[in-house]
Every structure is written in C-alpha cells, then in structure tokens.
C-alpha cells in the first residue's frame, strides 16, 4: 500500500472545492470552503437544455475545472495538468505524484465509482487521490459521499476513461504554492469583481441573471416538458439541494463566502452583497421545494409560484452582482 503522509481527508460540500483543499492543506494552505469556492470565482448560473436531454438543467456554478484555474491563477500556484487517452498512462500520471508524496486531484464520471449512493451520469466530479494498493484507489470525496472512501482501481478507471458531456481525458492535476504565497486576502475583491462581471456581462441568454430570468420563463411549463414529472421534477430540486451544491444552488456557500469577507475587510458594498445573497439563498430553496410539490402532486401552480420567485431572483442577483463588482 502506497499512502501520501500528513492527508488531512476532510470531505466537505462541493466536489471541486473538497479536492482543492485536501491538495491545499498539504501545501500548507488551509482556507474553508467558501473561501475557495469565492477566491476561485465559482458562481454562475446557467439553464441548459436541448433536444438530446431529457429534461432541463440548472447550473449553479462555472464550468467543471474552471474554478481550479481561476483559483491557481490568482494564489500564483502552480497547477499542473495532465491528460492522456491511454489507461497505462493515465495511472501513471497519478501514481507518480503519489508515489513522490503529493496528492492528486482527479476529474472523472462519478457514475463508476463503488461508492457513490446514485448512478447518474455526471462527468465533471472532482476527486482527491492519496493512496492505491493492489486492488484499490484511497480518495477524499465530500462528506455526502462518504468522506474518504476507498474505490477500486477497475472503477476509477472506467471512470476516468468516460466521454460525454463535462468529461476530460483522465484528467489529473497536482498543486503546488510558490516559495512566497500571495496574499490570499489581498485577491479577495478581485475574485468578487471578476465573478460579478462574468455574471452580468455573460455572451448568452441562458447564462448569468438573465439566465436565471430564462429559468422563471420556462420553469412554469415543466409539467408538459417532462417525460415523468413525478420524477423528473423532484430530481432536479434534489441536485439544487443535494447535488453537492452546499445548498440553494450554491448560493449558500456564496452567501458564507461574502459574510467571511465582510470580518476580513469593512466595505459597505460587500455587507450589501452579502445580505442580497442571504436573501437570494432562501428563496433558491424555495423554488427547490416547489418544484418537488409539482413533481409530487402534478399541480402547475406550485410551477407558477417557482416562476415567479425566479423572476425576483434574476433582480436580487442582478443587484447584488452590480454592487459587487464596484468594489
């Protein structure tokens, strides 16, 4: 058994920002994971569907793997990538760094992992990596999942491999910090203003607030849209809730991110910014528990009131990503 030395295997909300601190703690980096996920300008919105899919998305947050870069980025750490379409390869690209001592952050189809508690195809699952034996990989997942977890190497293999939507080419990276860190505090209001410019000035319709506006459009006629309601709509407001999101979309883990940089820096437009979210998070947990009343009771009208707090949504997010990026 090979096992990487001082791992601190705490799993906590989101995948990506359960990784990026099990990586991070080992440099020497400790931050929560709000801190994380708000230095690496993780929250967005996005409505996605089409024809392909079975039933729409809602998206609470940047694209798989944008939030390691961006966080990488402004901490100046060097983040090393590697990708391969050969299985020999690719465990190699992980072995090696373990084998050295460092952990390794794996992005990959949590479809195929033994542990995981719903078989639902999702590629941009993020995963740490300390240990491996003959038979099995030794992983840090979030707490909803297990924590650390064992899986076998067969599984994670398969699930690495897998090509589809989000997925990478057994995608793994290591993170290193320079011999002087920056500042993480001095990249707070910068990392506030990049994500409120991305938010207000996203290129489609189906992005950012007027993603969320989109959403309150089309969230009412769901019922017609889905092919099992009573299914279909509770599922969605459980990945809302459950899906690894920290709560309400990941609104929560904003709101706690904002209220943490209200106790490190005295400026009104964040104290705003976090009370517009703090109200935001609510009311995306409101729409989570009517879609599960529509799903449930096939009525519309739970749909209606969701479409409606939508539209306040769109407004409150709007106005809160105004203030913050004129920091």
Same mark, same amino acid.
């Given at each position: 058994?090979?096992?990487?030395?001082?791992?601190?295997?705490?799993?906590?909300?989101?995948?990506?920002?359960?990784?990026?601190?099990?990586?991070?703690?080992?440099?020497?980096?400790?931050?929560?994971?709000?801190?994380?996920?708000?230095?690496?300008?993780?929250?967005?919105?996005?409505?996605?569907?089409?024809?392909?899919?079975?039933?729409?998305?809602?998206?609470?947050?940047?694209?798989?793997?944008?939030? %390691?870069?961006?966080?990488?980025?402004?901490?100046?750490?060097?983040?090393?990538?590697?990708?391969?379409?050969?299985?020999?390869?690719?465990?190699?690209?992980?072995?090696?760094?373990?084998?050295?001592?460092?952990?390794?952050?794996?992005?990959?189809?949590?479809?195929?992992?033994?542990?995981?508690?719903?078989?639902?195809?999702?590629?941009?699952?993020?995963?740490?990596?300390?240990?491996?034996?003959?038979?099995?990989?030794?992983?840090?997942?979030?707490?909803?999942? =297990?924590?650390?977890?064992?899986?076998?190497?067969?599984?994670?293999?398969?699930?690495?491999?897998?090509?589809?939507?989000?997925?990478?080419?057994?995608?793994?990276?290591?993170?290193? %910090?320079?011999?002087?860190?920056?500042?993480?505090?001095?990249?707070?209001?910068?990392?506030?203003?990049?994500?409120?410019?991305?938010?207000?000035?996203?290129?489609?319709?189906?992005?950012?607030?007027? =993603?969320?506006?989109?959403?309150?459009?089309?969230?009412?006629?769901?019922?017609?849209?889905?092919?099992?309601?009573?299914?279909?709509?509770?599922?969605?407001?459980?990945?809302?809730?459950? =899906?690894?999101?920290?709560?309400?979309?990941?609104?929560?883990?904003?709101?706690?991110?904002?209220?943490?940089?209200?106790?490190?820096?005295?400026?009104?437009?964040?104290?705003?910014?976090?009370?517009?979210?703090?109200?935001?998070?609510?009311?995306?947990?409101?729409?989570?528990?009517?879609?599960?009343?529509?799903?449930?009771? =096939?009525?519309?009208?739970?749909?209606?009131?969701?479409?409606?707090?939508?539209?306040?949504?769109?407004?409150?997010?709007?106005?809160?990503?105004?203030?913050?990026?004129?920091?």
């Amino acid at each position: 058994m090979t096992v990487v030395r001082d791992v601190e295997a705490r799993g906590t909300q989101h995948c990506e920002t359960t990784a990026l601190g099990v990586l991070l703690r080992h440099e020497g980096l400790d931050l929560s994971e709000p801190m994380l996920f708000g230095l690496g300008s993780g929250l967005s919105f996005i409505y996605w569907d089409s024809k392909a899919m079975a039933f729409p998305f809602l998206g609470g947050r940047v694209k798989p793997f944008e939030l %390691t870069r961006n966080l990488a980025a402004r901490l100046g750490l060097t983040l090393t990538v590697e990708e391969t379409t050969s299985a020999r390869k690719a465990w190699e690209n992980v072995a090696a760094p373990i084998d050295a001592g460092r952990p390794v952050g794996l992005q990959l189809d949590c479809y195929h992992l033994d542990y995981f508690r719903s078989r639902v195809h999702f590629g941009g699952h993020v995963v740490a990596m300390y240990g491996y034996d003959e038979h099995d990989a030794y992983l840090v997942d979030t707490d909803q999942q =297990g924590g650390a977890v064992r899986n076998s190497r067969a599984g994670l293999a398969r699930a690495r491999a897998e090509r589809g939507p989000m997925t990478a080419r057994n995608r793994s990276f290591t993170i290193a %910090t320079p011999a002087r860190p920056l500042s993480w505090q001095e990249q707070i209001i910068p990392a506030v203003r990049d994500c409120a410019d991305a938010f207000l000035s996203a290129p489609i319709s189906n992005v950012g607030h007027r =993603g969320i506006e989109k959403a309150g459009k089309k969230v009412p006629g769901w019922l017609l849209r889905a092919g099992e309601p009573k299914q279909d709509l509770p599922q969605v407001a459980l990945l809302m809730e459950k =899906g690894g999101t920290g709560g309400a979309l990941f609104r929560a883990l904003y709101r706690d991110f904002l209220d943490e940089c209200t106790r490190l820096i005295d400026n009104d437009d964040l104290r705003t910014g976090h009370r517009l979210y703090a109200e935001a998070a609510v009311l995306w947990t409101d729409v989570a528990t009517l879609i599960t009343k529509a799903g449930e009771s =096939g009525d519309a009208e739970h749909l209606r009131q969701a479409g409606v707090i939508l539209h306040d949504l769109s407004r409150i997010e709007k106005d809160a990503m105004r203030v913050l990026r004129r920091l």
